[in-house]
C-alpha cells in the first residue's frame, strides 16, 4: 500500500532558486494538502486542494505555489528559495467524509542555503 | 484566528506512571484529532473525536473531547518506553474543509 508519497525526501537548496516537491496519493481522496513543520513546531497549512483543478491558500502560503491537475497529483512548487523556507514539508490526504482520517507522507527535509 | 494551546510541551515519565495531555483551542469546533509522530518520521493517526463528550481508546491511550470547554484529553496509562514519541493535537475550524490547526506538540519520554 503506497498510501501518500512525496519526493525527494531530502534537498538541499541554494537562495534563489526554485524547486518542486512531488506529491502523489493512491486512495482516490480529493482532498489534499501541504503543511510545513518547523522544529519544535505544530505543523502549519501552505496550501490544500478540495479537487483537481482547486486549490486555495492556507495560513502560509508566500513564496509557494500548488497546482492539481490530477485527482492523484499535487505538487508543491517554491520560487526564489530563502532561508525561512527551511523545514520539513508533509503532504497528505483524505477523504471528505466526516471523521475520516488524513493520511501524511513521510515528509521532505529541505534546507535552504 | 483559530489557536491550539498543548500542554505539556514537554513530558517525562517513570514507566508505569499515568498522565494527561491537555489540547486547549480558541473556537467552536466538534472535530479533533491526536496524532503521534516518532523522531524524523511521518504523522500517525491515533484518534478522531468528532462531538461532545466522545471518547476513545485505544491501547494505553484514551482521548476525550469536551466542546464547551473547547478541552480534549490524552490520558495515557500505565505507560511503556514504545509511548516516547510527540503527540500532536489538531482542530479542524467548523466548515474549513479539512483545514487543521495543530498545536506545538508534547514530547513524550518514558524512562525505565
Known amino acids: 500500500n503506497a498510501g501518500v508519497t512525496q519526493t525527494p525526501k531530502f534537498r538541499i537548496l541554494k537562495i534563489g532558486q526554485s524547486m518542486t516537491l512531488q506529491c502523489t496519493q493512491d486512495m482516490n481522496h480529493n482532498y489534499m494538502y501541504w503543511y510545513r513543520q518547523d522544529p519544535g513546531m505544530g505543523l502549519k497549512l501552505i496550501y490544500y486542494s478540495v479537487g483537481a483543478g482547486i486549490t486555495d491558500k492556507g495560513e502560509v502560503p508566500n513564496g509557494y505555489n500548488v497546482s492539481r491537475s490530477t485527482t492523484e497529483d499535487f505538487p508543491l512548487r517554491l520560487e526564489l528559495a530563502a532561508p525561512s523556507q527551511t523545514s520539513v514539508y508533509f503532504c497528505a490526504s483524505s477523504y471528505w467524509v466526516a471523521g475520516n482520517t488524513i493520511y501524511f507522507g513521510e515528509g521532505s527535509w529541505l534546507t535552504v542555503v | 484566528e483559530l489557536k491550539v494551546e498543548q500542554n505539556p510541551l514537554f513530558l517525562s515519565m517513570q514507566e508505569g506512571k499515568n498522565y494527561t495531555i491537555y489540547c486547549n483551542y480558541s473556537t467552536t469546533s466538534d472535530r479533533l484529532y491526536w496524532y503521534r509522530q516518532d523522531p524524523g518520521k511521518s504523522l500517525e493517526s491515533l484518534f478522531v473525536l468528532l462531538s461532545n463528550g466522545a471518547v476513545k481508546q485505544e491501547g494505553r491511550l484514551m482521548a476525550s473531547l469536551d466542546t464547551k470547554a473547547r478541552l480534549s484529553t490524552l490520558h495515557i496509562t500505565a505507560a511503556v518506553h514504545d509511548l516516547s514519541a510527540t503527540y500532536f493535537c489538531?482542530?479542524?475550524?467548523?466548515?474549513?474543509?479539512?483545514?487543521?490547526?495543530f498545536g506545538k506538540g508534547t514530547l513524550l519520554t518514558v524512562n525505565p
Open positions: 489538531a482542530v479542524e475550524e467548523g466548515g474549513s474543509n479539512y483545514k487543521l490547526t
